[in-house]
């Protein structure tokens, strides 16, 4: 079992940029895709960014060349960098790990991102 907890969130002007981690503990994380998922106010949750356990990357259409997501395994943590920062980031982010082998998918609690014009 595995365990998240995201780290990084704030308050920011739009163009602005914050760097949001995400702390594992229990297992390692080598055999887990990981990634970042968003939800704002009334909305659905929305995929961000995913790493695979061998660093392929795949990212949601409204942060591509905007956030870069990262991993270092031996560290336990996950990352992500969002720079050009836009009010409609605004939304909770959430840390997603998924097992390899079983699928079974564990959630962070979630960190605020707010964005101002």
């Known amino acids: 079992q595995v365990q998240l907890v995201e780290s990084g969130g704030g308050s920011v002007q739009a163009g602005g940029s914050l760097r949001l981690s995400c702390a594992a503990s229990?297992?390692?994380?080598?055999?887990?895709?990981m990634g970042w998922y968003r939800q704002a106010p009334g909305k659905e949750r929305e995929f961000v960014a995913r790493?695979?356990?061998?660093?392929?990357?795949t990212y949601g259409d409204s942060v591509k060349g905007r956030f870069t997501i990262s991993r270092d395994n031996a560290k336990k943590t996950l990352y992500l960098q969002m720079n050009s920062l836009k009010p409609e980031d605004t939304a909770i982010y959430y840390c997603?790990?998924?097992?390899?082998?079983?699928?079974?998918?564990?959630w962070g609690q979630g960190t605020q991102v707010t964005v101002s014009s």
């Open positions: 997603n790990a998924r097992q390899v082998f079983t699928s079974t998918d564990y």
């Open positions: 229990g297992r390692t994380i080598s055999t887990y895709a």
């Open positions: 790493i695979d356990w061998n660093a392929d990357y």
